[in-house]
Nanobody
Framework: QVQLAESGGGSAQAGKSLRLSCTAS?????????VGWHRQAPGKEREFLAL???????TYADSMQGRFAIDSDRTKAIVYLQMNDLQPEDTAVYYC???????????WGQGTQVTVSS
């Protein structure tokens, strides 16, 4: 059974940082799935942020370059999203996703809320 559990969300002031974690089930690691992060702000469509391949190669949405960084510890089956210099427009529910076919993941976590105040 595939499980993705996000943690690390919460409230932050503008300019601060948060580090989100996605703990994946063993299947995701054994299947050597790509794991990524997406977010959905109120009233907006879900958008892709970044993903990481089993070999550590990363891909970012153009708008995320520089402030956000994805990395992983596959021995612990955890994928992280480091978010720096947070802004109020980063307020959203952040989702972990895994096992992509093209740009579409097969599995989603439940999401974690991030709220940034000015």
């Amino acid at each position: 059974q595939v499980q993705l559990a996000e943690s690390g969300g919460g409230s932050a002031q503008a300019g601060k940082s948060l580090r989100l974690s996605c703990t994946a089930s063993e299947f995701v690691m054994r299947a050597r799935c790509k794991v990524g992060w997406h977010r959905q702000a109120p009233g907006k469509e879900r958008e892709f942020l970044a993903l990481i391949r089993p070999d550590g190669i990363t891909t970012y949405a153009d708008s995320m370059q520089g402030r956000f960084a994805i990395d992983s510890d596959r021995t612990k089956a955890i994928v992280y999203l480091q978010m720096n210099d947070l802004q109020p427009e980063d307020t959203a529910v952040y989702y972990c996703a895994a096992c992509y076919t093209g740009s579409t993941p097969s599995y989603w976590g439940q999401g974690t809320q991030v709220t940034v105040s000015s």
